[in-house]
Nanobody, 122 residues
Framework: QVQLVESGGGLVQAGGSLRLSCAAS????????MGWFRQAPGKEREFVAY????????YYADSVKGRFTISRDNAKKTVYLQMNTLKPEDTAVYYC???????????????WGQGTQVTVSS
């Protein structure tokens, strides 16, 4: 089992920044990739970004490319999502997930955190 705990969400004005953290514990060696997803009210969950634990390979959704940066600290078993130039449409609950496959599909991840709310005011 892998336990994931997100933190860092909050309320920010449009154009502002937030950094989300996802601390992993348990059998983290069983996962190759960490992903961030988000779900806005009334909308389906959508992929945001992923990063490989080992080589640090990253991939981003087009909607966040150039504004968000995913990174990891292997020693701390923590993954970060630096979010800059935030827009109201970025408002959502953000979830981190752990899995084996390098995929943008939520079903490809085995473990999920409880989520952290990000609200961007206009």
């Amino acid at each position: 089992q892998v336990q994931l705990v997100e933190s860092g969400g909050g309320l920010v004005q449009a154009g502002g920044s937030l950094r989300l953290s996802c601390a992993a514990s348990g059998r983290t060696f069983s996962s190759n990739v960490m992903g961030w997803f988000r779900q806005a009210p009334g909308k389906e969950r959508e992929f945001v970004a992923y990063i490989a634990w080992s080589a640090g390979r990253t991939y981003y959704a087009d909607s966040v490319k150039g504004r968000f940066t995913i990174s990891r600290d292997n020693a701390k078993k923590t993954v970060y999502l630096q979010m800059n130039t935030l827009k109201p449409e970025d408002t959502a609950v953000y979830y981190c997930a752990a899995g084996v496959l390098f995929t943008t599909t939520g079903g490809g991840y085995d473990y999920w955190g409880q989520g952290t709310q990000v609200t961007v005011s206009s």
